[in-house]
T-cell receptor
Framework: DAKTTQPPSMDCAEGRAANLPCNHSTISGNEYVYWYRQIHSQGPQYIIH???NNETNEMASLIITEDRKSSTLILPHATLRDTAVYYC??????????????FGGGTRLMVKP | GAVVSQHPSRVICKSGTSVKIECRSLDFQATTMFWYRQFPKKSLMLMAT?????????EQGVEKDKFLINHASLTLSTLTVTSAHPEDSSFYIC??????????FGPGTRLTVL
């Protein structure tokens, strides 16, 4: 799986949008971008994934650049409960959910009142 | 979404004893489950892949005789930390794939070895 690079930490004001960047310059054509988050002392939670088109669900939006070498996870209205470590993971296509996930360092997002 | 449970959520044991951690998929079947370990302020590190009906696959550097994995059924995998030592103290997390897109993680088990 391709390696990803994320800033180690970010702050965001409550109610504002949180934009979390991820670089994955060595991504290959059959690899998707997945985002998970881990709230303190809990297991990781799936957020969203995409291949090349922008994606949106009830939790977040995922913006992938045209060359697919980077992406941004957007939490449109961050709340205190969004404080967590966010992991950007690149992995082979869906249909292989049985493949393990390789976690990098992630970004520690602190949402402040 | 699918639910994965772990038991116990927290365990404290004496050095030299063995500890068993259970991972269950509550509303789906999983032929494969994954075991991760997470030290404080560190990321999750894959320890092994648990396979129903066959032997587990261990990552490099993980001792298979120390971390025994048994995938007893399509909904249960167990991790036994044998002869635990203080350096085995960690947060152990399991996951299981469901459907084609997602992996679901258990809530984790915090092991403290005195």
């Amino acid at each position: 799986d391709a390696k990803t690079t994320q800033p180690p930490s970010m702050d965001c004001a409550e109610g504002r949008a949180a934009n979390l960047p991820c670089n994955h310059s060595t991504i290959s054509g059959n690899e998707y971008v997945y985002w998970y988050r881990q709230i303190h002392s809990q297991g990781p939670q799936y957020i969203i994934h995409g291949l090349k088109n922008n994606e949106t669900n009830e939790m977040a939006s995922l913006i992938i650049t045209e060359d697919r070498k980077s992406s941004t996870l957007i939490l449109p209205h961050a709340t205190l409960r969004d404080t967590a470590v966010y992991y950007c993971i690149v992995r082979v296509a869906p249909g292989n959910a049985g493949n393990m996930l390789t976690f990098g360092g992630g970004t520690r997002l602190m949402v402040k009142p | 979404g699918a639910v994965v449970s772990q038991h116990p959520s927290r365990v404290i044991c004496k050095s030299g004893t063995s500890v068993k951690i259970e991972c269950r998929s509550l509303d789906f079947q999983a032929t494969t489950m994954f075991w991760y370990r997470q030290f404080p302020k560190k990321s999750l590190m894959l320890m092994a892949t648990s396979n129903e009906g066959s032997k587990a696959t261990y990552e490099q550097g993980v001792e298979k005789d120390k971390f025994l994995i048994n995938h007893a059924s399509l909904t249960l995998s167990t991790l036994t930390v044998t002869s635990a030592h203080p350096e085995d103290s960690s947060f152990y997390i399991c996951s299981a794939p469901s459907g084609v897109n997602e992996q679901f993680f258990g809530p984790g088990t915090r092991l403290t070895v005195l």
